[in-house]
């Protein structure tokens, strides 16, 4: 199984950009899908984007669509979560999770392995 750790996370204002990064070990993250999600206090697990193996197809949430922007480097075994026009709404818990399957789904119970999470906060 893969091990994931995110990183890059932080304090940033409203309007600012932070760029996320997962990397893998154990095994090479190009034999998975990856997917972001996060968590906010109080709130569900949501999806946030995803990202097909070779990187030529992803998907995004309605809330970060435009803002959001999701890349791999396969040859790091990285992916990575550029945020920009960041929102309060945007802060979270934010994860990487890597699934085995073929096509690049939303729902979380698919992805099979997570990292430890990363604290995004937002301030107004």
């Known amino acids: 199984q893969v091990q994931l750790v995110e990183s890059g996370g932080g304090l940033v204002q409203a309007g600012g950009s932070l760029r996320l990064s997962c990397a893998a070990s154990?095994?090479?993250?190009?034999?998975?899908?990856v997917g972001w999600f996060r968590q906010a206090p109080g709130k569900e697990r949501e999806f946030v984007a995803a990202?097909?193996?070779?990187?030529?197809?992803?998907r995004f949430a309605d809330s970060v669509k435009g803002r959001f922007t999701i890349s791999r480097d396969n040859a790091k075994n990285t992916v990575y979560l550029q945020m920009n026009s960041l929102k309060p709404e945007d802060t979270a818990v934010y994860y990487c999770a890597a699934d085995r399957g073929l096509v690049v789904v939303t729902n979380l119970d698919r992805y099979d392995s997570w990292g430890q999470g990363t604290q995004v906060t937002v301030s107004s």
């Open positions: 990202i097909n193996r070779s990187g030529s197809n992803t």
């Open positions: 154990g095994r090479t993250i190009n034999g998975y899908i």
